[in-house]
């Protein structure tokens, strides 16, 4: 039951890789979100930033309530619910990313911020919550599920239709979309082309979703886009991983997706359902290989249980969903040969794919939906109130030792 993390680790607003494998034990001053879900996390500084499906949230002592629509913020060092920050967001937020001078961009599927319109996708200073004047994305005809910034590029993905079909590149300043990235996901397996998840690297862009080709490329379900050139193209790298179908009511099944810190891997997740295959699995993919049919390095099956959340370290891979299992390729709903006990959260070895010994537990519920790695350890947001093993709701902290 560790109080804080001191100041000294906060040294950055990015992902960071970790040398070692996070605490099992969280932090005890975060604060509670005390309904609904949390679907993103993003740092600033040292605020931290959720997003999610809600409407009140508490300090970490439970004594002074806070209602907050949607998004709030708190100071990591010491938990405290920022009064500031506090705008009314008009629909659920699904992603975030960490903006220039102090600010954050929030997606998801909303008509407005304090009364104000913006739709899906907008950009609001940190210190008050307040609409960041001049940015003016003009997303429409769907939500913003997935973002990732890139200096002065922002990547958005959702199932929109202006300004470009579910996936563009706008400029992070004004929310223009660059005439130098014109990709279109496309022939879907569901109704409408949908964009689960997106991650950047220096030079290589990956996303996820319910395509099955980009640009009419076959690329089904996870491509690879190169962004080393100021007009980007498909990259020469293809997986047929997950051309195979999973449960009906899964049509497209991958989710969430994560860089190594290097950018030399990335590591894939996936609901589905008790098929085998790739559904209900983690797996690593070398980011420049090349060819037509390329394997994953590794696979590593929950036995039926979805995974939604993965966050990649250089020490660790870490999953969360509501799965009861890891290591298990040949469990159904059940816990085949070799199984590992791993409920909600678990940590994969980067090389070897099998599970470490890492097991913090949480109450499973619908899943771990968000992860943030930083420099003094490991945000996990989430629709349960249990985590290591302790009372944390829907937001917690795993420190580095």
Known sequence: MLARVALAAIIASTPVPHARVVSADPVDNTPHVLDGIVNAIAVVGRTVIVG???????????????TRANLFAYDLVTGRVLPGFAPSVAGPVYALAAGESGTVYVGGEFHGVDNRSAR??????????????????????????????????LYVGGDFVRPRTALARLDAATGAPDPGFAIEPGAPLTPRVKIYGLAV???????????TTLDGQSRPQLGLIDIGSPTARVASWRTDAYARRCNPNFPSYVRGLDFSPDGRYFAVVTTGGARG???????????????????PTWVNATGGDSLYAVAVTGAAVYVGGHQRWLDNPQGRDSAGPGAVSRPGIGAIHPRTGKALSWNPTRERGIGVKAFYAHAGGLL????????????????GMFPLP
């Open 277 to 295: 295959g790739m559904c209900d699995t983690t797996a690593r993919f070398e980011t420049y290989a090349g060819g037509s049919a390329i394997r």
């Open 380 to 395: 996990v947001g989430s629709d349960t109130t249990r985590l290591g093993r302790e009372y944390h709701a829907r937001i």
């Open 120 to 153: 899906g996708l907008a950009r609001l200073n940190v210190a008050d919550g307040a609409l960041v004047p001049g940015f003016a994305p003009r997303i429409g005809g769907g939500m913003v599920t997935a973002l990732a910034r890139q200096g002065g590029q």
């Open 201 to 211: 690297s220096r030079d290589r862009l990956a996303v996820d979703g319910s395509f």
């Open 52 to 66: 999610g499906s809600f409407g009140e949230v508490s300090d970490a002592g439970r004594t002074t309530v806070h």
